[in-house]
């Protein structure tokens, strides 16, 4: 009897190699106007009728190639996962960086990939809140202020409110932990639900579950932080950088070839 669904997949797979290999060749096929000596009125109709390829896809696809074709690393991965793969990554990868963003493009999910991007894009932006101190203000009974004004003494308050706090007694960690971000992932760029707890001082190590030092996190945003792609992850998550890994390798190729 006929397997009808594996026939599918593998005419399903062929068809995506396939379709790639016309991607990659649609820069060229524009640059030397084959479409227009074939007799087509445009790229957009010659990759429609002999590909299937719509007026969208066309655009990606040569705007992505554009951002590549001088890349090798991220030209190699686009021919062996598709242009997709290397999408999230175009406008940020330079000649210098591109082995390290196709690195990534091979080894990561794309929602990993995505979400490591946009951390990426918003550490080069300039901060505007450096020292992350707000102000707070309450409206206590006098006696209550004077109580706490005495209590404190020289201290600064900072110094002051977070010895006050470490010395109440902390709930159960999850729960503790969780209503520090009201179940939302930690990263101050993501605002999806919280679904790991991750250990900042890794929990093999010491078999501590120290809420001080346990993040709520989103899925994309832990696979970052076990990925080593978090430089600083003991600190808090408003002062995360992310691990610019492609520095050390480029340290390591310069002692290579000497």
């Not at 940020?92 to 390290?100: G, R, S, W």
Request: proline fraction near 5%.
């Amino acid at each position: 009897m006929r397997n009808i669904h594996a026939e599918f997949v593998k005419y399903g797979k062929n068809a995506k190699y396939w379709l790639r290999r016309c991607e990659m060749l649609l820069p060229e096929i524009a640059r030397e106007e084959i479409w227009k000596k074939k007799r087509f009125s445009s790229i957009y109709e010659y990759a429609a009728k002999l590909a299937g390829m719509n007026h969208e896809k066309v655009n990606e696809c040569l705007r992505i190639m554009k951002h590549i074709e001088d890349k090798p690393e991220l030209l190699e991965v686009a021919r062996e996962k598709g242009l997709g793969a290397v999408r999230p990554v175009v406008t940020i990868a330079t000649k210098e960086t591109a082995k390290f963003w196709a690195g990534n493009a091979i080894t990561m999910k794309k929602n990993t990939l995505e979400t490591y991007v946009r951390n990426y894009k918003a550490e080069l932006r300039p901060s505007t809140d450096l020292n992350r101190l707000e102000n707070v203000k309450m409206e206590l009974d006098p006696k209550v202020a004077d109580q706490l004004k005495k209590m404190k003494g020289d201290r600064d308050w900072n110094t002051f409110m977070k010895e006050l706090m470490d010395g109440q007694r902390k709930p159960e960690p999850k729960k503790h932990v969780a209503t520090k971000t009201n179940g939302i992932c930690a990263h101050p760029d993501c605002n999806k639900p919280a679904v790991e707890f991750h250990h900042t001082k890794r929990f093999s190590l010491n078999h501590e579950h120290n809420p001080d030092q346990i993040t709520p996190l989103c899925k994309a945003h832990h696979d970052l932080c076990h990925l080593g792609l978090i430089a600083n992850e003991e600190k808090q998550p408003y002062e995360w950088q992310t691990n610019p890994k492609y520095e050390v390798d480029k340290l390591v190729q310069a002692y290579k070839t000497g």
